[in-house]
Protein backbone atom coordinates (compact mmCIF):
# COMPACT_ATOMS: atom_id res chain seq x y z
CA UNK A 1 0.00 0.00 0.00
CA UNK A 2 1.48 3.14 -0.96
CA UNK A 3 0.99 5.71 1.56
CA UNK A 4 1.80 9.79 1.39
CA UNK A 5 2.81 11.32 4.69
CA UNK A 6 5.08 13.84 6.17
CA UNK A 7 8.08 12.55 8.16
CA UNK A 8 10.64 14.12 10.64
CA UNK A 9 14.33 13.68 9.67
CA UNK A 10 16.13 15.85 11.82
CA UNK A 11 16.03 19.52 13.15
CA UNK A 12 13.17 21.82 11.02
CA UNK A 13 13.62 18.64 8.77
CA UNK A 14 9.90 17.90 7.71
CA UNK A 15 9.47 16.03 4.00
CA UNK A 16 6.11 15.17 2.56
CA UNK A 17 6.90 11.92 0.70
CA UNK A 18 5.51 8.78 -0.70
CA UNK A 19 6.43 5.57 -0.10
CA UNK A 20 5.24 2.22 0.31
CA UNK A 21 3.76 0.60 3.44
CA UNK A 22 4.99 -3.09 4.35
CA UNK A 23 2.14 -5.42 4.69
CA UNK A 24 0.50 -5.94 8.27
CA UNK A 25 1.45 -8.67 10.16
CA UNK A 26 -1.19 -10.39 11.78
CA UNK A 27 -1.16 -7.86 15.16
CA UNK A 28 -1.21 -4.87 13.28
CA UNK A 29 -4.23 -3.12 11.34
CA UNK A 30 -4.19 -0.93 8.23
CA UNK A 31 -5.83 2.36 8.36
CA UNK A 32 -7.11 5.06 6.38
CA UNK A 33 -6.61 8.74 7.98
CA UNK A 34 -8.82 11.43 6.91
CA UNK A 35 -8.06 14.25 9.40
CA UNK A 36 -5.31 15.66 11.56
CA UNK A 37 -5.48 18.73 13.44
CA UNK A 38 -1.46 20.26 13.75
CA UNK A 39 -0.67 20.36 17.45
CA UNK A 40 2.04 22.63 19.35
CA UNK A 41 3.43 19.94 20.14
CA UNK A 42 4.22 18.65 16.78
CA UNK A 43 6.48 21.98 16.24
CA UNK A 44 8.14 21.03 19.07
CA UNK A 45 8.73 17.86 17.97
CA UNK A 46 10.24 19.02 14.64
CA UNK A 47 12.49 22.21 16.05
CA UNK A 48 13.89 19.86 18.53
CA UNK A 49 14.44 16.77 16.25
CA UNK A 50 16.48 13.64 17.79
CA UNK A 51 16.95 16.23 21.08
CA UNK A 52 13.25 15.66 21.86
CA UNK A 53 12.19 12.21 24.38
CA UNK A 54 10.17 11.27 22.16
CA UNK A 55 11.79 11.46 18.68
CA UNK A 56 14.27 8.76 18.34
CA UNK A 57 18.08 9.32 18.26
CA UNK A 58 18.24 7.72 14.74
CA UNK A 59 15.64 9.85 12.68
CA UNK A 60 18.19 11.02 10.06
CA UNK A 61 18.07 7.17 9.25
CA UNK A 62 14.66 5.98 10.15
CA UNK A 63 12.02 8.99 9.83
CA UNK A 64 9.01 9.24 11.46
CA UNK A 65 5.46 10.31 10.62
CA UNK A 66 4.44 13.25 11.89
CA UNK A 67 1.05 14.01 13.93
CA UNK A 68 -0.75 12.77 16.80
CA UNK A 69 -4.28 13.96 16.74
CA UNK A 70 -5.72 12.13 14.02
CA UNK A 71 -9.10 10.24 12.97
CA UNK A 72 -9.68 7.60 10.15
CA UNK A 73 -11.26 4.59 9.02
CA UNK A 74 -9.89 0.76 9.59
CA UNK A 75 -9.29 -0.65 6.32
CA UNK A 76 -7.62 -3.86 6.62
CA UNK A 77 -7.72 -5.94 10.34
CA UNK A 78 -4.90 -8.50 11.59
CA UNK A 79 -5.98 -11.68 12.64
CA UNK A 80 -5.59 -10.92 16.23
CA UNK A 81 -7.80 -7.90 16.42
CA UNK A 82 -10.79 -9.14 14.36
CA UNK A 83 -13.18 -9.99 17.04
CA UNK A 84 -12.36 -6.58 18.50
CA UNK A 85 -12.13 -4.60 15.30
CA UNK A 86 -13.63 -3.96 11.63
CA UNK A 87 -12.96 -3.17 8.29
CA UNK A 88 -14.55 0.24 7.63
CA UNK A 89 -14.81 1.29 11.34
CA UNK A 90 -13.79 4.69 12.19
CA UNK A 91 -11.33 5.40 14.90
CA UNK A 92 -9.34 7.52 16.88
CA UNK A 93 -5.49 7.17 19.13
CA UNK A 94 -4.77 7.92 22.11
CA UNK A 95 -1.12 8.68 21.26
CA UNK A 96 0.19 8.70 24.93
CA UNK A 97 1.05 4.45 24.84
CA UNK A 98 3.50 4.76 27.50
CA UNK A 99 4.29 1.10 26.44
CA UNK A 100 6.40 -0.83 28.93
CA UNK A 101 7.92 2.61 29.97
CA UNK A 102 9.26 3.94 26.97
CA UNK A 103 7.91 7.32 25.76
CA UNK A 104 7.66 6.23 22.16
CA UNK A 105 4.40 7.48 20.83
CA UNK A 106 2.35 7.66 17.50
CA UNK A 107 3.36 10.97 15.81
CA UNK A 108 6.77 11.05 17.20
CA UNK A 109 8.36 7.84 17.19
CA UNK A 110 7.11 5.49 14.29
CA UNK A 111 8.46 4.77 10.91
CA UNK A 112 4.34 3.78 10.30
CA UNK A 113 2.01 5.74 11.88
CA UNK A 114 1.04 9.45 12.04
CA UNK A 115 -1.64 11.42 11.87
CA UNK A 116 0.27 13.28 8.40
CA UNK A 117 -0.67 10.42 6.30
CA UNK A 118 -3.13 9.10 3.88
CA UNK A 119 -2.29 5.55 5.13
CA UNK A 120 -1.01 3.78 8.47
CA UNK A 121 0.19 0.83 10.05
CA UNK A 122 -1.41 1.07 13.85
CA UNK A 123 1.04 -1.47 15.65
CA UNK A 124 -0.11 -4.09 17.91
CA UNK A 125 0.97 -2.42 21.66
CA UNK A 126 -1.63 0.79 20.28
CA UNK A 127 -4.61 -2.17 20.95
CA UNK A 128 -3.46 -4.31 23.67
CA UNK A 129 -3.15 -1.10 25.71
CA UNK A 130 -6.40 0.05 24.56
CA UNK A 131 -5.53 3.21 22.68
CA UNK A 132 -7.21 2.44 19.76
CA UNK A 133 -10.95 4.09 20.15
CA UNK A 134 -13.66 3.23 17.94
CA UNK A 135 -15.57 6.98 16.75
CA UNK A 136 -19.29 6.55 16.07
CA UNK A 137 -19.79 9.88 15.36
CA UNK A 138 -20.52 11.87 11.91
CA UNK A 139 -17.38 14.14 10.90
CA UNK A 140 -14.17 12.90 11.38
CA UNK A 141 -12.74 16.36 12.83
CA UNK A 142 -14.06 15.87 15.97
CA UNK A 143 -12.26 12.60 16.23
CA UNK A 144 -9.62 14.03 15.67
CA UNK A 145 -10.39 17.11 18.41
CA UNK A 146 -10.54 13.90 21.08
CA UNK A 147 -7.03 14.21 21.80
CA UNK A 148 -6.39 17.46 22.53
CA UNK A 149 -9.87 18.20 24.25
CA UNK A 150 -8.93 14.32 26.54
CA UNK A 151 -5.80 17.03 27.30
CA UNK A 152 -8.41 19.73 28.65
CA UNK A 153 -10.38 17.10 30.46
CA UNK A 154 -7.27 15.40 31.93
CA UNK A 155 -5.99 19.22 33.08
CA UNK A 156 -9.40 19.45 34.79
CA UNK A 157 -9.70 16.18 36.86
CA UNK A 158 -5.98 17.10 37.91
CA UNK A 159 -6.99 19.89 39.65
CA UNK A 160 -7.48 18.92 43.45
CA UNK A 161 -8.15 20.38 46.89
CA UNK A 162 -7.49 19.32 50.76
CA UNK A 163 -9.39 19.43 54.09
CA UNK A 164 -8.06 20.63 57.35
CA UNK A 165 -6.18 17.84 59.20
CA UNK A 166 -6.74 14.87 56.66
CA UNK A 167 -4.01 13.85 54.43
CA UNK A 168 -6.15 12.97 51.41
CA UNK A 169 -6.71 15.14 48.56
CA UNK A 170 -10.30 15.23 46.81
CA UNK A 171 -9.79 15.21 42.71
CA UNK A 172 -11.42 17.86 40.89
CA UNK A 173 -12.70 21.61 41.03
CA UNK A 174 -14.62 23.30 43.73
CA UNK A 175 -17.84 22.61 42.54
CA UNK A 176 -19.35 25.79 42.60
CA UNK A 177 -17.13 27.75 43.35
CA UNK A 178 -14.45 30.28 41.85
CA UNK A 179 -12.52 29.38 38.77
CA UNK A 180 -10.45 31.58 36.35
CA UNK A 181 -8.65 30.81 32.91
CA UNK A 182 -5.71 32.93 32.48
CA UNK A 183 -4.94 33.82 28.57
CA UNK A 184 -8.29 31.62 28.35
CA UNK A 185 -9.61 32.80 24.42
CA UNK A 186 -7.12 30.69 22.80
CA UNK A 187 -8.16 27.26 21.17
CA UNK A 188 -7.53 24.78 23.97
CA UNK A 189 -8.65 27.56 26.35
CA UNK A 190 -11.87 27.26 24.71
CA UNK A 191 -12.50 24.04 24.81
CA UNK A 192 -12.30 23.95 28.61
CA UNK A 193 -14.36 26.48 28.89
CA UNK A 194 -17.05 24.77 26.92
CA UNK A 195 -16.49 21.49 29.53
CA UNK A 196 -16.52 23.94 32.21
CA UNK A 197 -20.09 25.10 31.10
CA UNK A 198 -21.22 21.47 29.64
CA UNK A 199 -19.66 19.04 31.71
CA UNK A 200 -20.61 17.29 35.27
CA UNK A 201 -18.58 19.39 37.54
CA UNK A 202 -18.94 22.97 37.30
CA UNK A 203 -17.64 26.19 38.77
CA UNK A 204 -20.21 28.80 40.31
CA UNK A 205 -18.09 31.78 39.16
CA UNK A 206 -15.94 31.85 35.31
CA UNK A 207 -13.54 34.08 34.75
CA UNK A 208 -12.02 34.05 31.42
CA UNK A 209 -8.85 36.77 30.85
CA UNK A 210 -6.85 37.66 27.32
CA UNK A 211 -5.16 40.65 26.05
CA UNK A 212 -6.44 40.33 22.93
CA UNK A 213 -10.10 41.85 22.65
CA UNK A 214 -10.72 39.88 19.32
CA UNK A 215 -10.22 36.73 20.55
CA UNK A 216 -12.02 37.69 23.84
CA UNK A 217 -15.41 38.72 21.87
CA UNK A 218 -15.61 36.00 19.54
CA UNK A 219 -14.82 33.57 22.84
CA UNK A 220 -18.34 35.67 24.06
CA UNK A 221 -20.10 34.67 20.96
CA UNK A 222 -19.27 31.07 20.67
CA UNK A 223 -19.28 30.38 24.50
CA UNK A 224 -22.07 33.16 25.56
CA UNK A 225 -22.59 34.19 29.32
CA UNK A 226 -26.39 33.92 28.39
CA UNK A 227 -26.06 29.63 27.89
CA UNK A 228 -23.54 29.58 30.94
CA UNK A 229 -26.16 30.78 32.91
CA UNK A 230 -28.43 28.53 32.09
CA UNK A 231 -26.36 25.55 33.50
CA UNK A 232 -25.67 27.28 36.07
CA UNK A 233 -22.14 29.20 35.23
CA UNK A 234 -21.50 32.93 35.80
CA UNK A 235 -19.61 33.79 32.93
CA UNK A 236 -16.77 36.84 32.80
CA UNK A 237 -14.83 37.61 29.76
CA UNK A 238 -11.93 40.17 31.21
CA UNK A 239 -9.54 41.72 28.95
CA UNK A 240 -6.68 42.20 31.29
CA UNK A 241 -5.34 45.44 28.98
CA UNK A 242 -8.27 47.47 30.35
CA UNK A 243 -7.10 46.96 33.85
CA UNK A 244 -3.38 48.67 33.70
CA UNK A 245 -2.47 51.13 35.90
CA UNK A 246 1.10 52.95 35.76
CA UNK A 247 0.81 53.64 39.67
CA UNK A 248 -0.81 49.92 40.40
CA UNK A 249 1.07 47.20 39.43
CA UNK A 250 -1.79 44.91 40.55
CA UNK A 251 -4.70 46.73 39.61
CA UNK A 252 -5.79 43.91 37.41
CA UNK A 253 -5.15 41.66 40.21
CA UNK A 254 -7.70 43.42 41.99
CA UNK A 255 -10.17 44.07 39.79
CA UNK A 256 -10.17 40.31 39.06
CA UNK A 257 -10.33 39.40 43.12
CA UNK A 258 -13.31 41.80 43.16
CA UNK A 259 -15.36 39.64 40.89
CA UNK A 260 -14.82 36.62 43.19
CA UNK A 261 -17.65 35.78 46.09
CA UNK A 262 -16.56 38.37 48.82
CA UNK A 263 -13.61 39.10 47.43
CA UNK A 264 -11.66 36.15 48.78
CA UNK A 265 -10.04 34.89 45.25
CA UNK A 266 -10.17 31.91 43.18
CA UNK A 267 -10.62 28.27 44.43
CA UNK A 268 -9.05 27.07 41.22
CA UNK A 269 -6.68 29.04 38.49
CA UNK A 270 -5.96 27.30 35.12
CA UNK A 271 -3.12 29.03 33.56
CA UNK A 272 -2.95 28.12 29.88
CA UNK A 273 0.07 30.73 28.52
CA UNK A 274 4.14 30.05 29.82
CA UNK A 275 4.40 33.23 30.51
CA UNK A 276 6.21 34.22 34.01
CA UNK A 277 4.16 36.97 35.09
CA UNK A 278 0.98 34.77 33.98
CA UNK A 279 1.81 32.21 36.44
CA UNK A 280 2.62 34.88 39.54
CA UNK A 281 -0.64 36.70 39.04
CA UNK A 282 -2.48 33.28 39.31
CA UNK A 283 -0.50 32.46 42.35
CA UNK A 284 -2.04 35.99 43.82
CA UNK A 285 -5.49 34.82 43.05
CA UNK A 286 -5.35 31.97 44.82
CA UNK A 287 -8.03 31.59 47.68
CA UNK A 288 -7.29 29.46 50.87
CA UNK A 289 -6.88 26.06 49.69
CA UNK A 290 -6.53 26.93 46.09
CA UNK A 291 -5.24 25.00 42.67
CA UNK A 292 -2.89 26.60 40.58
CA UNK A 293 -3.44 24.66 36.99
CA UNK A 294 -0.19 25.22 35.15
CA UNK A 295 -1.63 23.72 31.91
CA UNK A 296 0.55 25.40 29.27
CA UNK A 297 3.99 23.48 28.38
CA UNK A 298 6.87 25.69 28.20
CA UNK A 299 9.64 24.76 25.53
CA UNK A 300 12.09 26.43 28.21
CA UNK A 301 13.38 23.57 30.37
CA UNK A 302 14.76 26.67 32.73
CA UNK A 303 10.84 27.97 32.71
CA UNK A 304 10.05 29.28 36.39
CA UNK A 305 8.40 31.77 38.22
CA UNK A 306 7.54 32.89 42.03
CA UNK A 307 5.52 31.57 44.21
CA UNK A 308 4.28 32.60 47.29
CA UNK A 309 5.48 29.86 49.92
CA UNK A 310 3.97 31.66 52.77
CA UNK A 311 0.66 30.53 51.56
CA UNK A 312 1.52 27.17 50.53
CA UNK A 313 2.62 27.06 54.13
CA UNK A 314 -0.37 29.09 55.77
CA UNK A 315 -3.22 28.92 53.28
CA UNK A 316 -2.22 25.29 51.39
CA UNK A 317 -2.24 26.83 48.15
CA UNK A 318 -0.70 24.09 45.76
CA UNK A 319 0.53 23.80 42.24
CA UNK A 320 -0.19 20.60 39.77
CA UNK A 321 0.30 20.24 35.73
CA UNK A 322 -0.37 17.74 33.37
CA UNK A 323 1.11 17.31 29.38
CA UNK A 324 -1.97 14.92 28.01
CA UNK A 325 -4.71 13.18 28.85
CA UNK A 326 -5.14 9.52 29.28
CA UNK A 327 -7.53 7.28 27.89
CA UNK A 328 -10.28 7.16 29.87
CA UNK A 329 -10.35 11.52 29.38
CA UNK A 330 -10.01 10.76 25.51
CA UNK A 331 -13.22 8.66 26.07
CA UNK A 332 -15.00 10.69 28.20
CA UNK A 333 -14.41 13.25 25.50
CA UNK A 334 -15.48 11.19 22.44
CA UNK A 335 -19.02 11.01 24.42
CA UNK A 336 -19.04 14.25 25.02
CA UNK A 337 -19.00 15.20 21.56
CA UNK A 338 -21.09 12.66 20.24
CA UNK A 339 -23.75 13.31 22.06
CA UNK A 340 -23.49 16.77 21.28
CA UNK A 341 -22.45 17.71 25.07
CA UNK A 342 -19.57 20.19 23.86
CA UNK A 343 -18.65 21.61 20.32
CA UNK A 344 -14.98 22.12 20.33
CA UNK A 345 -15.31 23.34 16.65
CA UNK A 346 -14.55 26.39 18.00
CA UNK A 347 -10.91 25.26 18.17
CA UNK A 348 -10.74 25.64 14.92
CA UNK A 349 -9.49 28.49 12.83
CA UNK A 350 -7.75 27.23 9.37
CA UNK A 351 -8.55 24.40 7.60
CA UNK A 352 -5.99 22.31 4.87
CA UNK A 353 -4.65 19.66 2.47
CA UNK A 354 -1.65 17.89 3.69
CA UNK A 355 0.72 19.74 1.07
CA UNK A 356 0.74 22.24 3.63
CA UNK A 357 1.94 20.07 6.78
CA UNK A 358 5.52 20.75 6.31
CA UNK A 359 4.94 25.06 6.04
CA UNK A 360 2.53 24.78 8.71
CA UNK A 361 4.63 22.98 11.22
CA UNK A 362 7.61 24.33 11.47
CA UNK A 363 5.18 27.85 11.24
CA UNK A 364 3.14 27.20 13.93
CA UNK A 365 4.20 30.22 16.51
CA UNK A 366 3.53 32.68 13.71
CA UNK A 367 0.22 32.09 12.32
CA UNK A 368 -2.61 33.36 14.25
CA UNK A 369 -5.66 31.78 15.31
CA UNK A 370 -5.96 28.51 16.69
CA UNK A 371 -6.33 24.85 15.70
CA UNK A 372 -5.21 24.22 12.26
CA UNK A 373 -7.28 21.15 10.64
CA UNK A 374 -5.86 19.42 7.64
CA UNK A 375 -7.00 16.42 5.12
CA UNK A 376 -4.51 14.28 4.67
CA UNK A 377 -5.60 13.18 1.43
CA UNK A 378 -6.51 16.45 -0.18
CA UNK A 379 -4.59 19.67 -2.15
CA UNK A 380 -5.78 22.89 -0.25
CA UNK A 381 -3.75 25.88 1.20
CA UNK A 382 -4.19 26.81 4.37
CA UNK A 383 -7.17 29.48 4.35
CA UNK A 384 -8.71 30.66 7.36
CA UNK A 385 -12.11 29.74 7.57
CA UNK A 386 -12.69 33.63 8.07
CA UNK A 387 -11.03 34.02 4.47
CA UNK A 388 -13.55 31.84 2.70
CA UNK A 389 -16.03 34.23 1.95
CA UNK A 390 -13.30 36.96 0.11
CA UNK A 391 -11.91 33.44 -1.69
CA UNK A 392 -15.24 32.85 -2.33
CA UNK A 393 -15.38 35.67 -4.76
CA UNK A 394 -13.25 33.82 -7.16
CA UNK A 395 -13.47 30.35 -6.41
CA UNK A 396 -16.91 28.60 -5.75
CA UNK A 397 -15.62 25.69 -3.82
CA UNK A 398 -14.69 28.42 -1.21
CA UNK A 399 -17.66 30.33 -2.05
CA UNK A 400 -19.88 26.93 -0.99
CA UNK A 401 -17.78 26.88 2.53
CA UNK A 402 -18.37 30.24 3.18
CA UNK A 403 -22.31 30.07 2.59
CA UNK A 404 -22.05 26.64 4.71
CA UNK A 405 -19.85 28.05 7.70
CA UNK A 406 -21.89 31.09 7.94
CA UNK A 407 -25.30 29.21 8.64
CA UNK A 408 -23.08 27.52 11.76
CA UNK A 409 -21.89 30.53 13.03
CA UNK A 410 -18.92 31.17 11.01
CA UNK A 411 -17.45 27.60 12.63
CA UNK A 412 -16.26 24.55 10.93
CA UNK A 413 -19.00 21.43 10.69
CA UNK A 414 -20.14 18.60 9.46
CA UNK A 415 -21.75 19.75 6.33
CA UNK A 416 -18.47 21.78 5.58
CA UNK A 417 -16.32 18.60 6.29
CA UNK A 418 -18.65 16.42 3.73
CA UNK A 419 -18.64 19.06 1.03
CA UNK A 420 -14.99 19.43 1.37
CA UNK A 421 -14.17 15.83 0.48
CA UNK A 422 -16.56 15.31 -1.87
CA UNK A 423 -14.96 18.38 -3.67
CA UNK A 424 -11.18 19.26 -3.18
CA UNK A 425 -8.60 18.06 -5.44
CA UNK A 426 -6.90 14.78 -3.97
CA UNK A 427 -2.99 14.87 -2.91
CA UNK A 428 -0.69 13.87 -5.94
CA UNK A 429 3.08 13.57 -5.47
Known sequence: MLTKAVRLYGVNDLRLEQ????????????????SDSICMSSYKAAIQGPNHKRVPDDVAENPVIIGHEFCGELVKVGEKWKNQFKEGQKFSIQP?????GSLASPGYSYKYIGGAATYVIIPNEVMELGCLLPYEGEAFF???????????????????????????????????????????AGPMGLGLIDYAIHGDRRPGLLVVTDIDGARLARAAEVLTPEDAEKHGVKLVYVNTNDYTDPSDPYAADNYLR?????????????????????????????????????????TDPKFSAMFNFYNVHYASTHVVGTSGGNTADMIESL???????????????????LNTVVETT?????????????????????????????RGKDDPFYAALAEIVSRNNNLWCTEAEKYLLANAPDIVL
Open 19 to 34: FELPEIKEDEILAHVI
Open 142 to 184: YGSLSEPMSCIVGCYHASYHTKPGVYKHEMGIVEGGNMAILAG
Open 258 to 298: SLSKDGVGYNDVFVFAPVKALVEQADRLLAHDGCLNFFAGP
Open 96 to 100: AINYK
Open 362 to 390: INLPNIPGGKKLVYTNKDLPLVAITDFAE
Open 335 to 353: EYMQSGRINPAAMITHIGG
